[in-house]
């Protein structure tokens, strides 16, 4: 290989897409979840409510669209953790550097480093089967959240979700979206797939406030508008870590009850350290 070609070799693996910026919006102000309530956000020591990491996460993958489109939609994968909390109002920087194949993604807000991720193209590949996880169970009554009912092995009710297209028109304004592709195609965004998992919890248990931590996703297909979209899960591990505790659940986002979207491992802390405390 010539000097030539490994220079454009180099500059086609290592490459910087325009870092892409989102006024934040917190779309949870008035959920169950009080951690994205300004007051309570403080007394745990936070500046102010916090942003859902489900958004900041929908504002991460418009960069492995804008690299690569509609196919990281139907065989993407990504993984984001985050690491401090994105403010209502605050700007959200999102950077991504391509190296190998693999888009590294960022994101920064009021001068700290607030999420950070990867996005893959993969080959295509099938799904695992849907009924390789469990439908779960709405209870009549929601129970308190505790170690015995987000044990391992349970599975987490979900009432069926259709998202139409005005669900969808107003999503994407809340996340600020620049992209016309969901609405061209009618496509949910990935962020609203991610969405399912938190439903999943807070419908089947009574949670004080919890926080997102980290999701690991890989994309079979995309869901279209007007479908009829559920969460097979099971939990894989309820444990301690510095105090909090951290509940991760493996799941199948399913499209008509039939076909797979999206493989999911969603990771949360269900009880934070200042909530045991003070119990």
Known sequence: MTGAARAREKK???????PYEVSAFNTAATSENKIHDDDVARRFGFTGALVPGVEVYAYMAHMPVARWGRAWLERGGAEC????????????????REEKGVLDLTVESGGALCATGHAVLADAAAPAAVD???????PRERPKASESNLAPG????????????AALQQYLADIRET???????????????LRLCNAALVQSVVLGPWIHVGSRLRNFATARVGQELSLRNRITSNGVTKGHAIVEFDALAVADGAHVIAQITHTAIWRPRHVAEAS
């Open 12 to 18: 086609m693996s290592a490459t910087a897409p325009a």
């Open 81 to 96: 953790r985050f690491l401090k909390p994105v403010y209502d109002g605050n700007i959200a920087r999102v950077t991504a």
């Open 132 to 138: 390789s996880l469990p439908l779960g169970v709405l």
């Open 154 to 165: 349970v599975s987490l009710g979900l009432a069926p979700v259709t998202i139409d297209r």
């Open 179 to 193: 992209d016309g592709l969901y609405l061209r195609e009618n496509l949910v965004h990935p962020g609203q797939i």
